[in-house]
C-alpha cells in the first residue's frame, strides 16, 4: 500500500469512529430513557456520566495503546481495535438492559482511545515536514463526521430506534476487513521498543519524552489546553445559539452542519496550501486569532448571516492542532511516537471530562433572567481565553525549538 492509499486508510478509520460517534447521538436519550426507565431530565444527567466515562476511559487506555504499537506495530492495534468497535456497537445494539448500555459506552471509550495508533500511523509515513498537513486529514474526518453522523443517525433512529448502532457496528466490521487485507504495517522492526505497563500511562510517558526534547511538555500542554477550548463547539454550541439568537432546531442543525463544513474544508485543503507559506508557527497565531475574531462577531451578531460569518471565521481555529501536533512529533524519535500520541489524547480527554460541565454553568451563570451577566456568547470568550493560553504555551515551546541547537534540530 503505498502513502496516499495508507493515508486514505488513517482517514477512513478516523471517518467511521467520528460516524459511529456521531450515528448515535439522535437515539442515545430516548434508548436511556426506555432501558433506564427514567423521564428526559434524568436521562440527560445520565448521558453526561457516560460521556464522562467514556473520556475517562481514554484518559487511561490512549497512553496504553500508543504503547503497544510502539512495541507491536500500529497494524494489529489498529485492527483491533476497530474489530473490538465493531462488536461493542453490536452489543448496544441489542442490550436488553441499562448496564449493557454503560459496558458498551466505557468500551467504546477505549477502542475510541486507538486515535493514538491513527496519529502515530501517520507520523511513520509522512516526512516531519508534512506531518502538520496529513495531520489535518484527521480533523478533516473528525469535521465530515461531525456534519455526516448526527444527519445519518437521525434518518436510521427514525426507522428503528436501534438501527443506528447495527449500522455502526457494520461499518467498522466492514473497515476491519478492509484493513485486514489491505492495510501494511508503518513501523519498522528496529525502530519497536519494550512495553512496559509501569510506564504507559501520560504522565510516565511525558516524563520520558521530555527527556528526549524538553519542549515536548509545551506543546502537549498546549495541546490539552487547546482541547478544553475548542470542546466548546459539542458542548453548549447549540444551546448558546438558542439562547443568544433564538434559533430553531432546524436553524441550529444547519449552523453545526456549517460548522463542520468549514472546519474540514481548513483542515483537509487549507493546512496542505496555507502550511508551506506560513510555517507552523504562524498557521498557530492565525487559528487563534480567527477563534478570537470569531468569538467577537458571535458576541456582536445581530442576524443570522453575522452568525454564518462568524462561523466561517471562526474555522481557521483548525490551523492549531495540526500545527502543534505536527511540530510536537518532530521532537521526538521514531521509536516513541505511539507513546507521544497516547499522552496527547489522554490529556485532551481531561478537557472531555472538565470542558462541558464548565461550559454548561458559565451558560446557564450568563443567561436567562436570574443571569448574572446577560451575555450568552460567554462560552465563547471563555473559549477565547483558553485559546490564547494554548498559543503562549505553544509560542514557548516553539521557541525552545528555534533556540535549540542545529545540530538538535536535526536529530529531532
Same mark, same amino acid.
Given at each position: 500500500?503505498?502513502?496516499?492509499?495508507?493515508?486514505?486508510?488513517?482517514?477512513?478509520? !478516523?471517518?467511521?469512529?467520528? @460516524?459511529?460517534?456521531?450515528?448515535?447521538?439522535?437515539?442515545?436519550?430516548?434508548?436511556?430513557?426506555? @432501558?433506564?426507565?427514567?423521564?428526559?431530565? *434524568?436521562?440527560?444527567?445520565?448521558?453526561?456520566?457516560? +460521556?464522562?466515562?467514556?473520556?475517562?476511559?481514554?484518559?487511561?487506555?490512549?497512553?496504553?495503546?500508543?504503547?503497544?504499537?510502539?512495541?507491536?506495530? %500500529?497494524?494489529?492495534?489498529?485492527?483491533?481495535?476497530?474489530?473490538?468497535?465493531?462488536?461493542?456497537? &453490536?452489543?448496544?445494539?441489542?442490550?436488553?438492559?441499562?448496564?449493557?448500555?454503560?459496558?458498551?459506552?466505557? &468500551?467504546?471509550?477505549?477502542?475510541?482511545?486507538?486515535?493514538?495508533?491513527?496519529?502515530?500511523?501517520?507520523?511513520?509515513?509522512?516526512?516531519?515536514?508534512?506531518?502538520?498537513?496529513?495531520?489535518?486529514?484527521?480533523?478533516?474526518?473528525?469535521?465530515?463526521?461531525?456534519?455526516?453522523?448526527?444527519?445519518?443517525?437521525?434518518?436510521?433512529?427514525?426507522?428503528?430506534?436501534?438501527?443506528?448502532?447495527?449500522?455502526?457496528?457494520?461499518?467498522?466490521? +466492514?473497515?476491519?476487513?478492509?484493513?485486514?487485507?489491505?492495510?501494511?504495517?508503518?513501523?519498522?522492526?528496529?525502530?519497536?521498543?519494550?512495553?512496559?505497563? %509501569?510506564?504507559?500511562?501520560?504522565?510516565?510517558?511525558? %516524563?520520558?519524552?521530555?527527556?528526549?526534547?524538553?519542549?515536548?511538555?509545551?506543546?502537549?500542554?498546549?495541546?490539552?489546553?487547546?482541547? @478544553?477550548?475548542?470542546?466548546?463547539?459539542?458542548?453548549?454550541?447549540?444551546?448558546?445559539?438558542?439562547?443568544?439568537?433564538?434559533?430553531?432546531?432546524?436553524?441550529?442543525?444547519?449552523?453545526?452542519?456549517?460548522?463542520?463544513?468549514?472546519?474540514?474544508?481548513?483542515?483537509?485543503?487549507?493546512?496542505?496550501?496555507?502550511?508551506?507559506?506560513?510555517?507552523?508557527? %504562524?498557521? *498557530?497565531?492565525?487559528?487563534?486569532?480567527?477563534?478570537?475574531?470569531?468569538?467577537?462577531?458571535?458576541?456582536?451578531?445581530?442576524?443570522?448571516?453575522?452568525?454564518?460569518?462568524?462561523?466561517?471565521?471562526?474555522?481557521?481555529?483548525?490551523? !492549531?492542532?495540526?500545527?502543534?501536533?505536527?511540530?510536537?512529533?518532530?521532537?521526538?524519535?521514531?521509536?516513541?511516537?505511539?507513546?507521544?500520541?497516547?499522552?496527547?489524547? +489522554?490529556?485532551?480527554?481531561?478537557?472531555?471530562?472538565?470542558?462541558?460541565?464548565?461550559?454548561?454553568?458559565? &451558560?446557564?451563570?450568563?443567561?436567562?433572567?436570574?443571569?448574572?451577566?446577560?451575555?450568552?456568547?460567554?462560552?465563547? !470568550?471563555?473559549?477565547?481565553?483558553?485559546?490564547?493560553?494554548?498559543?503562549?504555551?505553544?509560542?514557548?515551546?516553539?521557541?525552545?525549538?528555534?533556540?535549540?541547537?542545529?545540530?538538535?534540530?536535526?536529530?529531532?
Amino acid at each position: 500500500m503505498n502513502h496516499r492509499a495508507s493515508l486514505g486508510f488513517v482517514f477512513v478509520v !478516523v471517518l467511521i469512529d467520528m @460516524l459511529g460517534f456521531g450515528i448515535v447521538i439522535p437515539v442515545l436519550p430516548s434508548l436511556i430513557m426506555k @432501558l433506564a426507565h427514567v423521564t428526559i431530565s *434524568v436521562a440527560a444527567g445520565y448521558a453526561g456520566w457516560l +460521556s464522562a466515562g467514556y473520556a475517562m476511559m481514554q484518559f487511561v487506555c490512549a497512553p496504553v495503546i500508543g504503547n503497544l504499537s510502539d512495541r507491536f506495530g %500500529r497494524r494489529p492495534v489498529m485492527l483491533v481495535a476497530i474489530l473490538a468497535l465493531g462488536l461493542d456497537y &453490536l452489543l448496544q445494539w441489542g442490550a436488553p438492559v441499562f448496564a449493557w448500555l454503560i459496558v458498551g459506552r466505557l &468500551l467504546a471509550g477505549v477502542t475510541g482511545a486507538s486515535f493514538s495508533a491513527a496519529y502515530a500511523y501517520i507520523a511513520d509515513i509522512t516526512p516531519p515536514e508534512k506531518r502538520a498537513a496529513s495531520f489535518g486529514l484527521v480533523g478533516l474526518a473528525f469535521g465530515v463526521g461531525f456534519v455526516v453522523g448526527p444527519a445519518l443517525g437521525g434518518l436510521l433512529g427514525s426507522i428503528e430506534p436501534r438501527l443506528p448502532f447495527l449500522a455502526a457496528s457494520l461499518l467498522a466490521l +466492514s473497515n476491519f476487513a478492509f484493513g485486514f487485507v489491505f492495510l501494511k504495517e508503518s513501523l519498522a522492526p528496529e525502530n519497536r521498543r519494550p512495553f512496559d505497563w %509501569r510506564t504507559a500511562n501520560a504522565f510516565s510517558s511525558l %516524563r520520558a519524552l521530555s527527556g528526549q526534547n524538553e519542549t515536548v511538555l509545551w506543546f502537549v500542554a498546549a495541546l490539552g489546553v487547546w482541547q @478544553l477550548s475548542h470542546i466548546v463547539y459539542p458542548a453548549v454550541w447549540s444551546y448558546m445559539a438558542i439562547a443568544a439568537y433564538g434559533f430553531s432546531t432546524r436553524q441550529v442543525g444547519l449552523a453545526l452542519a456549517m460548522v463542520g463544513l468549514t472546519s474540514a474544508m481548513v483542515q483537509g485543503f487549507g493546512l496542505r496550501r496555507v502550511l508551506p507559506l506560513i510555517g507552523e508557527r %504562524r498557521a *498557530v497565531m492565525l487559528g487563534v486569532a480567527g477563534l478570537a475574531m470569531a468569538t467577537l462577531l458571535y458576541t456582536t451578531a445581530t442576524t443570522t448571516w453575522m452568525v454564518y460569518l462568524a462561523i466561517t471565521v471562526g474555522s481557521l481555529d483548525g490551523f !492549531v492542532q495540526s500545527s502543534i501536533s505536527g511540530l510536537n512529533s518532530r521532537a521526538v524519535d521514531a521509536r516513541s511516537q505511539g507513546e507521544l500520541q497516547g499522552a496527547v489524547q +489522554s490529556v485532551g480527554s481531561i478537557a472531555q471530562i472538565v470542558g462541558p460541565p464548565m461550559y454548561a454553568q458559565t &451558560l446557564a451563570h450568563c443567561s436567562g433572567p436570574a443571569a448574572w451577566i446577560a451575555l450568552p456568547t460567554m462560552p465563547m !470568550v471563555v473559549s477565547t481565553v483558553f485559546g490564547v493560553v494554548a498559543l503562549a504555551l505553544f509560542l514557548k515551546g516553539a521557541a525552545k525549538v528555534a533556540s535549540a541547537p542545529v545540530e538538535a534540530v536535526a536529530a529531532a
